[in-house]
């Protein structure tokens, strides 16, 4: 079993990146990517995978007090390096300390510092004139870091950094439940090293404290269910997490109610006998119901019911921009979902945001197919239930993404990145001399897909 990544797939990984990005420069030179957009996009796929091998073989062996204050440590310098330059760049860049087209973040901000500036009164009034329910989670989240230190926008962004850094602690905890400890250690590092993860820290949004909420939930629930003994009190974190997130995305909040009494019903632990899983699933979502479950219910089922006039409005608005937009559906991305949104990787206007996170949506790209490696391997020895909770945490919420008009958004795919990682670390841990030659067959379909991509995104807006 392999306890590092090794420098072989690293070395691979960039040179495919390099590759994909000339090839597509030389096919579209008329809308090559700008060179700003060229310089992120590589420091985020050398820095990923050079130190992703690199870290995890020197860091494999040392003791766990160390090792954890070492990614604990790293993780946080990397981010507030990330978010202190990317502060004075969004600044030259557009004028405000915000990221490009930055409709959301500005909301957000001015919501929150109401409170600040004027009365409870005030704040509150704008939240329910301009946030929905589901979305009002982050603005109080703003609202009570501004009262102390003022509505400074590097004040939520530090935060962020130390939120994330203890989020690579919660996966390594999981990672070694689950896996053992060389997993666990390639889990933690791999999200430490994610350049998704950076971008999130430097703008305000509010996927950082989602994926903490998220990861939370998990790794106390999963420490829950490995017990020899269940204890009620071992649930109160996960019903928290759960109940928080009910003001940040429903959708979520539904699918941790759902994956945690899954895990309870067709779990493979033995602490309980399988009446006591369903009756203790039943109790624990009839709880869920009674006390946040009303509003969590009612936007469910509404998100279900517009599931397909969601999309349809989605891509009909994209078809003003992109005619191949209309071709999109759930078929589409049902079997790419682990692996999409593709780099952007040529000059389009409108999506600068896409442009920078092109190195860092190529790093996904790749290491997913090591996610669908782990989750194959899994099935075939017949050990997924051993895993459900993680699972079906991840699966169910990209089921809900393929029915939505999110499915190839970065952004709505974040809060279940670090899953991916997690399966992905095992997927390394079960690599062999012999599944080199798969990992080039796949890093030759991600690169014939991203030339694709750049091909459509042209095409499409009658560009080529």
């Known amino acids: 079993m392999l306890t590092y990544f090794p420098n072989y797939f690293s070395r691979r990984a960039i040179l495919c990146y390099t590759i994909t990005l000339a090839l597509v420069s030389a096919l579209f030179m008329n809308h090559m990517l700008p060179l700003k957009f060229v310089v992120f996009g590589f420091a985020a796929v050398i820095l990923f995978f050079t130190f992703a091998s690199k870290l995890t073989m020197r860091w494999g062996q040392c003791p766990e007090q160390v090792y954890r204050r070492r990614v604990f ?3 946080l310098v990397i981010r507030l390096v990330y978010v202190i330059f990317i502060y004075f760049y969004y600044i030259s860049e557009t004028e405000i300390p915000h990221a490009y087209y930055a409709g959301d973040e500005l909301l957000y901000q001015d919501v929150a510092q109401r409170w600040y500036e004027g009365s409870y009164e005030e704040f509150h009034n704008y939240l329910r004139s301009y946030i929905d329910y589901s979305d009002s989670g982050y603005c109080w989240w703003l609202a009570i870091l501004y009262l102390p230190f003022g509505p400074h926008v590097l004040v939520g962004r530090v935060v962020k950094c130390f939120i994330d850094a203890f989020t690579c602690l919660l996966l390594y905890n999981l990672g070694k439940r689950n896996f053992g400890e060389s997993v666990g250690r390639i889990a933690a590092i791999f999200y430490m090293l994610i350049p998704n993860a950076w971008f999130y820290c430097g703008v305000t949004l509010k996927e950082i404290e989602m994926t903490f909420l998220v990861v939370l939930f998990v790794e106390r629930a999963d420490l829950a269910l490995h017990s020899s003994k269940l204890k009620i009190q071992n649930l109160i974190i996960p019903l928290m997490a759960s109940a928080a997130m009910l003001t940040f995305r429903t959708a979520m909040a539904a699918v941790m109610v759902a994956s945690l009494a899954l895990a309870f019903i067709i779990g493979s632990q033995k602490q309980l006998q399988v009446w006591q899983k369903i009756v203790l699933g039943i109790v624990f979502t009839v709880w869920m119901f009674m006390t946040v479950g009303v509003e969590l219910l009612e936007e469910s089922a509404e998100l279900w019911a517009s599931r397909s006039s969601n999309q349809e409005t989605g891509y009909q608005w994209r078809a003003e921009t992109n005619s191949f937009a209309q071709y999109a559906s759930a078929a589409v991305f049902a079997p790419l979902i682990l692996t999409i949104p593709f780099s952007t990787m040529v000059e389009v206007f409108g999506q600068e945001n896409q442009m920078m996170m092109g190195g860092a949506n190529f790093v996904k790209n790749i290491i997913s197919g090591l996610t669908i490696f782990a989750l194959f391997i899994l099935l075939k020895r017949r050990e997924w239930r051993k895993h459900v909770l993680p699972l079906a945490l991840m699966g169910g919420y990209l089921v809900v993404l393929v029915f939505s008009n999110f499915a190839h958004s970065e952004r709505f795919h974040f809060p279940v990145l670090a899953f991916e990682l997690l399966f992905a670390a095992y997927g390394v841990s ?24 750049a091909w459509i995104k042209l095409a499409g807006r009658g560009l080529t």
């Open 73 to 75: 440590l790293t993780a």
């Open 430 to 453: 079960q690599l062999t001399n012999k599944h080199k030659r798969l990992y080039m067959i796949w890093m030759v379909g991600i690169c014939v897909a991203n030339v694709l991509w």
